[in-house]
């Protein structure tokens, strides 16, 4: 269980240094930050589901989904904070192996939204919920060594 906390929390076996000091001194167990994690990342799914299924709603359908499913992708993404906490978050989002697919989601978060309440269009809604969804996904697996590369692989052997 230590090696995983070490993991999530970014540190190696031997960099044992003032970060772990800051980490043991949190107010939140491990077991807490764990159960903290899971239960925000599953109310983010089921705001996303609770988003999609919300779209064949009749005049508010478009404005409903937009909302939740953008909602459902921040719990989502906010529930690693509990892992890492919010600065170490922070400055991993925005390390330069994820600063594109962190832009990415973010302006694609505020574009879904604007999309649904000014823009009333439910076309672009649509594209950006799913370059969102990408995006997310392409940052979410920025943090398994070596699964970006992968799946460039398989894009690549599939094309070819």
Known sequence: MDKLKR???GQ??????GLSE???ASSLSWGTRV???????T??????ILGTCLLWVPRKGLILFAVFYTLGNIASLGST??????MRQLKRMFEPTRLIATI???????LTLCSAF??????????????QFFALAWYSISFIPFARDAVKKCFTVCVS
Not at 12 to 17: I, K
Not at 35 to 41: D, L, N, P, V, Y
């Open 43 to 48: 109310i983010g799914v089921l705001c996303s």
């Open 104 to 110: 990415v989601m973010l302006l694609c978060l505020v």
């Open 7 to 9: 993991v999530l929390n």
């Open 35 to 41: 159960k903290g994690f899971i239960a925000c990342f």
């Open 118 to 131: 000014w823009w009333h269009n439910k076309g672009l809604a649509l594209i950006f919920c799913i370059l």
């Open 81 to 86: 904070v509990f892992l890492m906490g919010p």
């Open 22 to 24: 800051i980490v043991d």
């Open 12 to 17: 190696d076996a031997e960099d044992q240094g």
